[in-house]
């Protein structure tokens, strides 16, 4: 089975500060995703990645910056958190760009 | 603009008492449907794949089937463990989520 873990499941902030969020997944799966979702919102994707060191702006990657520097490895960075940027963050990998994608659990970010 | 609608947000219903959700969009293009499960404060679980009108894909109690304009995700006798929140999603370049319906089976 696929596993994506995420290194947080609740993490509280405050604006301001720099945030690291880290997804691994342990398929060797070539795309990773990170999303968030919020009430009433479909989910919104951020960034994804297809290799090593490569990555592409999602529908809403203002805010944000990425880095995968391993191929099992995806991370979300906030630079300077705020407080719209209160959500949950999934990540997810596949192994074909338009195949299933398979999700971690999740992490609840608060910023205050 | 590409738009995906789910219908309704919320669906309760009694233990054994079928009934379908709603997934419509506007998506010139679609190169697939996706349908997935969320248990609360855990990640969507991947249901089925869709991807030409006509076609249905069937998984115990669950049954999708997809149109031009939509796809339904038909619920036969439900029981308490069904309930969680579906989602769907459309691939064009990139998946474009709906907001989910939230389902409930009371035993």
């Known amino acids: 089975d696929v596993k994506v873990t995420q290194s947080s499941r609740y993490l509280v902030k405050r604006t301001g500060e720099k945030v690291f969020l880290e997804c691994v997944q342990d398929m060797d799966h070539e795309n990773m995703f990170w999303y968030r979702q919020d009430p009433g919102l479909g989910l919104r994707l951020i960034y994804f990645s297809y290799d090593v060191k490569m990555k592409e702006k999602g529908d809403i990657p203002e805010g944000y910056s990425v880095s995968r520097e391993k191929k099992e490895r995806f991370s979300l960075i906030l630079e300077s958190a705020s407080t719209n940027q209160t959500s949950m963050y999934l990540c997810?990998?596949?192994?074909?760009?338009?195949?299933?994608?398979?999700f971690g659990p999740g992490t609840r970010l608060t910023v205050t | 603009e590409d738009q995906v609608t789910q219908s309704p947000e919320a669906l309760r219903l009694q233990e054994g008492e079928s009934s379908s959700l709603n997934c419509s969009y506007t998506v010139s293009g679609l190169r697939g449907l996706f349908w997935y499960r969320q248990d609360p404060g855990k990640g969507p679980e991947f249901l089925f794949t869709?991807?030409?009108?006509?076609e249905e894909k069937e998984k115990e109690r669950l049954k999708a089937t997809l149109t031009k304009k939509e796809s339904f995700l038909h619920i036969t006798a439900p029981k308490p463990e069904d309930s969680a929140t579906y989602l769907c999603?459309?691939?064009?370049?990139?998946?474009?989520w709906g907001a989910g319906t939230k389902l409930i089976i009371k035993p």
């Open positions: 869709l991807y030409s009108a006509g």
């Open positions: 999603a459309v691939l064009r370049y990139q998946l474009i």
């Open positions: 997810a990998s596949s192994l074909l760009a338009e195949g299933e994608q398979y």
